[in-house]
Each structure stands twice: as structure tokens, then as C-alpha cells.
């Protein structure tokens, strides 16, 4: 049984800063790749940020590249978020997901190649 728990999230000033946190158990994030998504009210998930297995290659959208950073403490079984200069926009519910099979840059920002998904934390940033 893979459980994630996503924590971390809350109401911010534009330009402010936070760091999410997804917790794993059942899985070590070292041998699986993990992807961050969010999900605006009425819309479909869409992708934030993941990394391969393995400390493999580090993927964002266009959208988030210079201002979120992903990364993981192996140590912990950690997988961490950190959002910077946040704007109205990125406000939305932020969820962690991890799949035991390789993703590709084709592939990553794909919801279905995900096995695995936490239960979301919501980020509010007011202007």
C-alpha cells in the first residue's frame, strides 16, 4: 500500500515563498519518479515539476521554471516543493504522485502515467 501525504501549503502575499512536503509510505522516492501537479477550481490537473528515478533528469513547466525548485531528502523519504515569487495565479490545489514506471519528457506531464496520488494541499496567494 503506497500512501503520500502533501503538506505545507496556506495563504501567501504575492511574491511570497513556501515549500511544500510529500511524505511516502510504502515507497522509497530514490527508486521511483515523482511529480508534482496542481489543479485550479474547474480545471484539470496540470503539471508542475518531477524528477526520474534515481536522481535522474528534472523537469518543469514553462509556467514554474526560475521560481519552484523540486527535490527530494532520500534520507527522510521526503520530496519537497519549494515555490518562490508566488502570484495570484499559482493558486491552486498542489497534489505529489509517483509511478514505478520511467517518464520522459513526453511522458511526464501525463496524470495517467502516475500510479500513485496524495490528497492535495491547497496554496492560496492573494494579490
Known amino acids: 500500500q503506497v500512501r503520500l501525504v502533501e503538506s505545507g501549503g496556506g495563504l501567501v502575499q504575492a511574491g511570497g515563498s513556501l515549500r511544500l512536503s510529500c511524505a511516502a509510505s510504502g515507497r522509497t522516492f530514490s527508486s521511483v519518479a515523482v511529480g508534482w501537479f496542481r489543479q485550479f477550481p474547474g480545471k484539470e490537473r496540470e503539471f508542475v515539476a518531477a524528477?526520474?528515478?534515481?536522481?535522474?533528469?528534472?523537469y518543469y513547466a514553462d509556467s514554474v521554471k526560475g521560481r519552484f525548485t523540486i527535490s527530494r531528502d532520500n534520507a527522510k523519504n521526503m520530496v519537497y516543493l519549494q515555490m518562490n515569487s508566488l502570484k495570484p495565479e499559482d493558486t491552486a490545489v498542489y497534489y505529489c504522485a509517483v509511478t514505478d514506471s520511467v517518464i520522459t519528457p513526453a511522458t511526464m506531464r501525463l496524470i495517467g502515467k502516475y500510479d500513485y496520488w496524495g490528497q492535495g494541499t491547497q496554496v492560496t496567494v492573494s494579490s
Open positions: 524528477f526520474r528515478r534515481s536522481g535522474g533528469s528534472i
